[in-house]
């Protein structure tokens, strides 16, 4: 198959998703768009809303749509790093066993992730970076493909431990999931207050994921674009010469090259979902918010004069 009809296998396969998708989410558009492309991406991403949205839902749906196991771990303050990544144990023959733990699976829900301490959280890490583990000096290679879609509850901050910076920095996305209009909200409490069924179908694979993702990296890209996507997480360093006057105001810490590589592999993505066969600015813009939105740190004149990290970042681009 060459890459022009793996391309419109893509789009055809995206369209399909999304319809399959609908019969179980109402709404939520920007929301299923932007974890698909983080999936196809090789991104992980951090759902970030208020209780009862159906966050968890989402993910569970995508994750049988995809034909992908799932499993979901509800993030508590006694949760220990051995509890997610799994432990060794002594086997009938007196020798040592490893027993995988929840995080071997090809999706992961961290459900309300800043509920456990760093210690746990930091257990994520070499899997979402690395996809492997290591425990009792050994390594182990968890499923390919492997995702980490965590949820965070933006307003009940009691007994949270807040997401260290590098922790952040591994995820592609910070999706903000909002309400639901009225005429959703209408059709979910139609839809979820009967014993109506829905019966979902698995839409692609495993294997094509990949074979997805490996094409979207082969995307060319115009050095416009690239010079773009560097120059705008650049602005968002205040000791740089690109750095505009809102920046050196309203920002304490800028983003790193992390982003500026997710702005690209975003943008690719983008486009052929789009029909296009290369990025260009408008594709770079359409991922930034996302992108950027948990990698900026707001100093304390930002929330005095109630500039909002969005309006920041649409200030930027």
């Known amino acids: 198959m060459s890459n022009v009809e793996a391309v419109q296998e893509l789009v055809e396969n995206h369209k399909r998703l999304k319809k399959e998708i609908e019969k179980v989410i109402v709404g939520q558009e920007e929301v299923i768009d932007q974890v698909l492309i983080s999936i196809l991406s090789r991104g992980h991403c951090l759902l970030v809303g208020v209780p009862g949205l159906a966050k968890t839902l989402l993910v569970n749906t995508i994750a049988q749509t995809l034909g992908l196991s799932f499993n ?142 490996a094409l979207i990296r082969e995307v060319p890209v115009a050095d416009n674009v690239l010079e773009y996507a560097v120059k705008l997480v650049g602005k968002t360093r205040i000791n740089n010469d690109l750095a505009p006057e809102i920046t050196k105001k309203y920002l304490s810490w800028g983003a790193g090259p992390r982003a500026s590589q997710y702005l690209i592999i975003g943008a690719k993505c983008h486009a052929l979902l789009n029909g296009k066969f290369a990025p260009d600015i408008e594709n770079v813009k359409a991922v930034a918010h996302p992108i950027l939105r948990h990698r900026l740190v707001r100093n304390y004149r930002a929330e005095a004069d109630g500039y909002s990290m969005d309006k920041i970042i649409t200030e930027l681009l």
Not at 129 to 140: F, H, I, K
Not at 142 to 149: I, M, W
Not at 171 to 176: S, V
């Open 72 to 213: 979901r771990i509800q993030f508590t303050p006694d949760l220990m790093p051995s509890d997610i990544v799994g432990s060794e144990i002594l086997d009938d023959s007196r020798n040592f066993k490893f027993v995988k733990g929840p995080l071997f699976h090809n999706i992961v829900l961290a459900d309300e992730i800043n509920r456990t301490p760093p210690k746990t959280q930091s257990a994520l890490l070499e899997a979402m970076q690395e996809r492997s583990v290591t425990t009792a000096g050994q390594n182990y290679a968890l499923p390919r493909p492997f995702f980490v879609l965590a949820t965070q509850n933006p307003i009940e901050q009691e007994g949270t431990y807040p997401l260290p910076e590098a922790q952040l920095d591994r995820f592609m996305f910070n999706i903000w999931v909002d309400y639901p209009t009225f005429e959703e909200e209408l059709a979910i409490v139609k839809a979820t207050t009967s014993d109506k069924k829905v019966s979902l179908q698995q839409i692609i694979t495993g294997e094509q994921i990949e074979k997805y993702q």
